[in-house]
């Protein structure tokens, strides 16, 4: 029973830090050390439940917006290009945002994974990218649509997309503060945060999945297993939905606020 409900609480942990601007890692992180949550502990079937989880989330979230990038993308296979279709561009600019995070990830996430995961890198990042919250809220000209962006922006979003394989950095956070920097509206900036996020969930998942099938599940592997993909999409759809409205009407100040506290709250826990 401790286990079911400590998986439960991960699914949540996941579900909500995946979108919210706060890092899902450096929550997780930070979990292992204060409070032994070790998702590892449930092994990788349990890790592929969450991602789907998300995934999930974002795709019935996004639905719509998915279905319409789908077909526009199709239409320009046939030879029906036409970046000035608003859907067929933004179908383009997701691969490009793609493209670089994947490499990243496949080439150094075992690095990443070992190398920087302490608590003190998660305090640095919470507060440096709380920072970089304030600066894109101050100088951003916040009028811009995700499809007018450049190939060149959707690329350096990708960048700071796989700069959230740190602890600490946020998914969602890196790839909005440097969309508002382009001068994206906030709600611009985190439509096209959670729709570059469905490829990239999808891609590792799918190779995760595989490993999982092939060495079966037993009866308490698939009990976590449901309980972690549910958690977490309901979570995650629930997160995704707040964010989006929130963003329409507030800034991200009260994330960097959030982001300041929880790390001088940690880092005075490891001090004393």
């Known amino acids: ?23 899902s890692s450096g929550h997780l992180l930070l979990g292992q050390y204060f409070l032994g949550l070790d998702q590892d502990r449930f092994g990788l079937s349990f890790d592929v439940a969450l991602h789907l989880g998300t995934l999930v989330a974002v795709v019935v979230f ?23 279709d608003p859907d ?10 793609t493209v670089p995070a994947a490499l990243i990830g496949y080439l150094w996430e075992d690095f990443f994974e070992t190398a920087v995961r302490s608590p003190w890198v998660v305090v640095f990042n919470l507060a440096f ?28 979003i990708g960048l ?17 503060t440097l969309g508002l920097l382009f001068g994206l509206r906030r709600e611009e900036a ?8 469905a490829p990239i969930i999808a891609g590792a998942g799918t190779l995760q999945l595989g490993e999982v099938l092939a060495e079966g599940l037993g009866p308490e592997q698939a009990l976590m297993f449901v309980v972690g993909f549910l958690s ?12 989006i409205s929130f963003v329409a009407r507030y800034s991200l100040r009260a994330f960097a606020y959030y982001r300041f506290g929880l790390a001088a709250f940690v880092a005075v826990l490891l001090l004393f």
């Open 62 to 84: 996004f639905r719509r917006d998915l279905l319409r990038m789908a077909a526009a993308f199709l239409r320009s296979l046939g030879g029906g290009r036409d970046l000035a």
């Open 232 to 243: 977490s999409a309901v979570v995650g759809y629930l997160a995704i939905r707040f964010f």
């Open 88 to 97: 067929q561009r933004l179908a383009y600019l997701v691969l490009a945002a």
């Open 160 to 176: 700071a997309q796989a700069a959230a394989l740190v602890p600490g950095v946020s998914r969602s956070g890196a790839t909005i």
């Open 129 to 156: 990218v709380g920072l970089l919250f304030l600066v894109a809220e101050a100088v951003g000209r916040k009028s811009r649509r995700a499809e007018k962006m450049g190939f060149a922006e959707a690329v350096g």
């Open 1 to 23: 029973m401790l286990e079911l409900l400590q998986a439960v609480l991960l699914g949540v942990v996941q579900g909500l830090t995946e979108f919210l601007p706060v890092s």
């Open 190 to 197: 985190a439509r096209f945060s959670f729709l570059m996020s």
